[in-house]
């Protein structure tokens, strides 16, 4: 079945860039949409943002201005960045398949995420 | 962006115990809705989507129903593996949203 698996630096500095990648292994990238999840530490899940495999994005508009998720189809992988991150960027981030209609059927496990300087 | 609230935020029951939870749209999203259960430390599953079909591989104690602006989440008999926090989330919109989660405690 379907597997998704987030990778990328586990403490970003305030200021900076911070950048995951989603592999998805198991199946094909095409034909779904992809989503970038966060959550807080002791608080609630927030949507990012997601991508089609063909390229075209839909972000949360209360961060679309840092966001960016791109996907590289001959490694079954997508990506996020997410500019100008301050302590507030602090969470656990999950990958996500995304049906269609928009629900998550499949997830990471999900990657820590700091920023600290 | 559509709001989405759920009660209570902490619930306390025992094992065999029906149980409940409320989530509400600021306006309505048809049937457009998805509970998932989290538990510590792990990422969230998916239990329900389009309000009430269940996914396939969640056991059938786990119910939802509603529309519009108002969904329920029912367990009908509270198993020590359903001790968790559970999120709605709406996908009426293009800006998809959590509710704020409902954890179920041991009583």
């Known amino acids: 079945q379907v597997q998704l698996q987030e990778s990328g630096p586990g403490l970003v500095k305030p200021s900076e860039t911070l950048s995951l990648t989603c592999t998805v292994s198991?199946?094909?990238?095409?034909?779904?949409?992809w989503s970038w999840i966060r959550q807080p530490p002791g608080k609630g899940l927030e949507w990012i943002g997601y991508?089609?495999?063909?390229?075209?994005?839909n972000y949360n508009p209360s961060l679309k201005s840092r966001v960016t998720i791109s996907v590289d189809t001959s490694k079954n992988q997508f990506s996020l960045k997410l500019s100008s991150v301050t302590a507030a960027d602090t969470a656990v981030y999950y990958c996500?398949?995304?049906?269609?209609?928009?629900?998550?059927?499949?997830w990471g496990k999900g990657t820590t995420v700091t920023v600290s300087s | 962006d559509i709001q989405m609230t759920q009660s209570p935020s902490t619930l306390s029951a025992s094992v065999g115990d029906r149980v409940t939870i409320t989530c509400r749209a600021s306006q309505s999203i048809s049937s457009w809705l998805a509970w998932y259960q989290q538990k510590p430390g792990k990422a969230p599953k998916l239990l329900i989507y389009?309000?009430?079909s269940l996914e396939s591989g969640v056991p059938s104690r786990f119910s939802g129903s509603g529309s519009g602006t108002e969904f329920t989440l029912t367990i009908s008999s509270l198993q020590p593996d359903d001790f968790a926090t559970y999120y709605c989330q709406q996908y009426n919109s293009y800006s998809l949203t959590f509710g704020g989660g409902t954890k179920v405690e041991i009583k």
């Open positions: 389009k309000a009430s």
């Open positions: 996500a398949r995304t049906t269609v209609v928009n629900y998550m059927d499949v």
């Open positions: 198991g199946g094909s990238i095409s034909s779904y949409y």
């Open positions: 991508i089609y495999y063909s390229g075209s994005t």
